[in-house]
């Protein structure tokens, strides 16, 4: 079946540490997108990618890196710069640009000890 | 910058119309999007609009208008699976000439019997 897929389901970060967050799609879609989702507040954007080996920052980049080698995975790093990671991580992805509809994953939460 | 406001909650009937409503405020407007939630989920993609008027699609109906800054999603004949949060996303050109996504804070919406 086609899809976006998220790995792990929970992650679990030390202080001071860097964790990546998978994000696979069989789509066959151009763009991805890695939002960050808190209690109470909208969806933000970190990165997105319109195509491999390219991407660029959304709103809220700081603390965080991606890399875009391959068309279907999109991974994102939280790094120790980040002080506040503690949220829900959705990955997306759309067809051929970002003029196009967003299809999600099912997300990563990710805690820090 | 770009504002979209939403009822933070509301509840209804099963059975019963509900209507949630989106209002926002961009420049380079080019659609607005309705997503469902389900608590600790994936937002799964409802409804499109990019030109004024109303979309239909089975129970659910989404109007917008382009003039007033205004959306809002219909849901008919509620059921009790209904229950989540319904976000409101607008789509605009980014300074960096690509398309982005703006979400909402997100409606809870709860089913009662």
């Known amino acids: 079946d086609g899809g976006i897929t998220q790995s792990p389901k929970y992650l679990f970060r030390k202080e001071g540490q860097n964790v990546t967050l998978s994000c696979e799609q069989n789509?066959?879609?151009?763009?991805m997108y890695w939002y960050r989702q808190d209690p109470g507040q909208g969806l933000r954007l970190i990165y997105y990618?319109?195509?491999?080996?390219?991407?660029q920052k959304g709103d809220i980049a700081e603390g965080y890196s991606v890399s875009r080698e391959k068309k279907e995975s999109f991974p994102l790093t939280v790094t120790s710069a980040q002080k506040n990671p503690t949220a829900f991580y959705l990955c997306?992805?759309?067809?051929?640009?970002?003029?196009?509809?967003?299809?999600f994953g099912p997300g990563t939460r990710l805690l820090v000890l | 910058g770009q504002n979209i406001d939403q009822p933070t909650e509301m509840t209804a009937t099963e059975g019963a119309i509900v209507q949630i409503n989106c209002t926002y405020q961009?420049?380079?407007?080019?659609?607005l999007f309705w997503y469902q939630q389900h608590a600790g989920e994936a937002p799964t993609f409802l409804s499109y609009?990019?030109?004024?008027g109303l979309e239909e699609k089975g129970r659910f109906s989404s109007f917008l208008s382009r003039s007033k800054g205004y959306s809002y999603l219909l849901l008919k004949e509620l059921q009790m699976k209904d229950s989540a949060s319904y976000l409101c996303?607008?789509?605009?050109?980014?300074?960096?000439?690509?398309?982005?996504?703006?979400f909402g804070k997100g409606t809870k919406l709860s089913v009662i019997p």
């Open positions: 996303a607008v789509r605009d050109l980014s300074g960096a000439g690509s398309y982005q996504l703006t």
């Open positions: 961009t420049s380079g407007f080019n659609g």
């Open positions: 789509l066959n879609h151009d763009a």
């Open positions: 990618s319109q195509i491999v080996n390219d991407f």
């Open positions: 609009n990019v030109l004024d």
């Open positions: 997306a992805s759309s067809e051929s640009g970002t003029q196009e509809t967003q299809y």
